[in-house]
């Protein structure tokens, strides 16, 4: 059983997220605004303890750190999913400031704040695999969205400086990368059939890599409640369907050789 930290939860790509976790036996941490919402969504999750609920308002992030070294120390977090967001689609001489900080707290200020308590946590000693959601808006022209696309960007830039800083660091502690495991490679070495050995001996080693590794993926619209009131836009692209996000963002998160990376799902639309 693995432990996922999920932010947005309770809504979209981040629900479905936690979902497909439930479904595979895993435990989800869900960092959320409304608890109200999540009772009412995992009620069964909750009691049985495959859910845990802690509550913060990720637009507004003073003591966003200490309360993730605080309510994360009891668990060893595997995989973290940042899929919390917000959009305003208009242009960006007639974006707020209180509209720029909202995206920026939420999109990149959050991820930041909690990747800092997960490594303090972390020391770096276990795998950790990380996917945060970004977007196509951060690598086009498209006006409705360009100040989205901006706060998007920063996530990317955010992600490959920090793959580059951490792995750099694990440079210099011993087995830094995740070793093959130890029962499939004695049970390859173990085949008589030289053929089935060397296929057996491939699978095994192909479960190594980065212990450390941090991704983005980056979709063009989807089908979610943050979607509302950009009909307009829509009416240029199609939607991408949830279930390929979905399958993607647990792609990323289980290839043992990516870091630093953002995938785009462009779905053919050209700014």
């Not at 995740?178 to 049970?187: V, Y």
């Not at 979610?224 to 199609?238: F, H, K, N, Q």
Request: charged share 20%; aromatic share 8%; glycine share 6%.
């Amino acid at each position: 059983m693995r432990t996922f930290l999920i932010t947005g939860a309770t809504s979209g790509i981040g629900e479905a997220c936690a979902r497909r976790c439930f479904a595979h036996g895993d435990r989800v941490v869900a960092l959320c605004r409304n608890l109200e919402k999540a009772q009412q969504l995992f009620g069964p999750e909750l009691s049985s303890g495959q859910l845990v609920v802690f509550e913060h308002d990720l637009a507004h992030n003073e003591g966003l750190y200490e309360q993730c070294l605080k309510e994360l120390a009891p668990y060893q977090i595997d995989r973290f999913i940042h899929c919390a967001g917000l959009i305003y689609l208009k242009p960006i001489h007639r974006t707020t400031h209180q509209e720029w900080l909202s995206m920026y707290e939420l999109h990149l200020f959050a991820l930041s704040e909690i990747m800092r308590a997960l490594v303090r946590l972390s020391r770096l000693h276990h795998e950790l695999s990380v996917v945060a959601l970004s977007s196509v808006s951060a690598h086009g022209g498209l006006l409705q969205s360009a100040a989205y696309g901006m706060s998007k960007e920063s996530v990317e830039h955010y992600i490959r400086l920090l793959n580059k800083q951490l792995n750099k660091q694990l440079n210099a502690v011993p087995q830094k990368r995740l070793a093959p495991p130890t029962e499939a490679l004695a049970a390859a070495e173990a085949m008589t059939d030289p053929a089935q050995r060397e296929h057996a001996l491939v699978l095994a080693k192909t479960q190594a890599g980065l212990r450390l590794r941090i991704n983005a993926l980056a979709p063009a619209m989807i089908n979610t409640p943050m979607a509302g009131g950009s009909e307009d836009i829509l009416d240029e692209m199609y939607y991408i369907p949830l279930e390929v996000i979905i399958h993607w963002i647990f792609e990323i998160l289980e290839n043992p050789y990516m870091s630093g990376q953002t995938v785009v799902l462009n779905n053919d639309f050209v700014y």
